[in-house]
Nanobody, 122 residues
Framework: QVQLVESGGGLVQAGGSLRLSCAAS????????MGWFRQAPGKEREFVSA???????YYADSVKGRFTISRDNAKKSIYLQMNSLKPEDTAVYYC????????????????WGQGTQVTVSS
């Protein structure tokens, strides 16, 4: 069983930066592949980024070059550094633990945090 708690969201102006954190519980975190998703009002939850337990990373095209995912296994945490934020990045951001094969699909993740709100003003 994995429990996830996100933090670090907030209100920022366009062009600004935020760093999201996700703290995990559970004995196998260092072997968990992890992901970040986001959901804007009236839209489906969408993939943002993922990191394997070995540190390989995946990004949605919309955030490539602006967002960076990382992990610290000693702290049982993953992070999402978000730079050059745009109003279209406004959403609730969720951390998730992958149990399936497809990093890009919500169906492959069985454990989710409660989400943290990111609002980017223009």
């Amino acid at each position: 069983q994995v429990q996830l708690v996100e933090s670090g969201g907030g209100l920022v102006q366009a062009g600004g930066s935020l760093r999201l954190s996700c703290a995990a519980s559970g004995p196998t975190f260092s072997r968990n592949n992890m992901g970040w998703f986001r959901q804007a009002p009236g839209k489906e939850r969408e993939f943002v980024s993922a990191i394997t337990w070995t540190g390989y990373t995946y990004y949605a095209d919309s955030v490539k070059g602006r967002f960076t995912i990382s992990r610290d296994n000693a702290k049982k945490s993953i992070y999402l550094q978000m730079n050059s934020l745009k109003p279209e990045d406004t959403a609730v951001y969720y951390c998730a633990a992958l149990t399936g094969d497809n990093y890009y699909s919500t169906n492959a993740y069985d454990y989710w945090g409660q989400g943290t709100q990111v609002t980017v003003s223009s």
